[in-house]
């Protein structure tokens, strides 16, 4: 049994940055696509960002480009969500979510595995 845990959210103010983490037990993060979603209250759980199994390719949603990156902790478990240059917008519940390897995890539909979720509010 794979499970995720997120952690990382808080508050901060508009322009300023949260680094998320999503750390893997029961396997290594590495064997899977990595993804990122975040959902407000009424909304659907709207894709952020992947990651590769080896980290070589990334996709983000275009409402993040330039301000968030995903990159690989391997040595942790771990896959980390560096965001920059918070908008209030960007306030919601982000989850770390993982599915098969070779698959972008751009759809909710895909993963097998999600985290609980840690939440991000930004003020303006």
């Known amino acids: 049994q794979v499970q995720l845990v997120e952690s990382g959210g808080g508050s901060v103010q508009a322009g300023g940055s949260l680094r998320l983490s999503c750390r893997a037990s029961?396997?290594?993060?590495?064997?899977?696509?990595i993804g990122w979603f975040r959902q407000t209250p009424g909304k659907e759980r709207e894709f952020v960002a992947t990651?590769?199994?080896?980290?070589?390719?990334?996709l983000y949603a275009d409402f993040v480009k330039g301000r968030f990156t995903i990159f690989h902790a391997n040595a942790l478990n771990a896959v980390y969500l560096q965001m920059n240059s918070l908008k209030p917008e960007d306030t919601a519940v982000y989850y770390c979510a993982a599915g098969p390897s070779g698959v972008r995890l751009t759809s909710s539909s895909s993963p097998e595995y999600w985290g609980q979720g840690t939440q991000v509010t930004v003020s303006s």
């Open positions: 990651i590769s199994r080896r980290g070589g390719r990334t």
């Open positions: 029961g396997r290594a993060v590495s064997s899977f696509s």
